[in-house]
């Protein structure tokens, strides 16, 4: 089940993910929009899975492409989705979810905040430092 507004901030749900994405049919997408300037950039990977529960949704990605400079998501690469509940960051010192306020697959609490709380001076793509709008989509291949 999701979670949020589906017209607005809405996030998919890691249960219907996992089930979307188990046969690697769809590709994401990450449309990213630098604060300040307005300018959109984007970021693709052919290749996207979000693994089940008992996997604690472990994310696998590669295939990385698009006119960002660097490959902020792709660093996240076989981590566990973290949550305030459920910290599975690699983070010795913190829970990366209750600091940045969002679950996410983070590692070590950096590089990719693409769904962290506005205010927290998280949200952002490593190299475009801080973002103003981001989209994630699923595209069929």
Known sequence: MGFGDPSGNYWLGNDLLSQLTANYRYKLRFDLQQ?????????????????????????????????????????????????????????????CAAMIGAGFWWRDCGDCGVNAARGTGRFYWGGLSYLQSTRMWLQCK
């Open 35 to 95: 604060n300040g300037t307005g300018n959109w950039y984007y970021a693709e990977y052919s290749r996207f899975r979000v693994l089940s529960e008992a996997d604690s949704y472990t994310l696998m990605v590669s295939g990385f492409s698009g006119n960002v400079s660097y490959d902020a998501f792709g660093w996240h690469n076989g981590e566990k989705f973290s949550t305030i509940e459920r910290d599975n960051d690699r983070s010795s010192y913190d829970n």
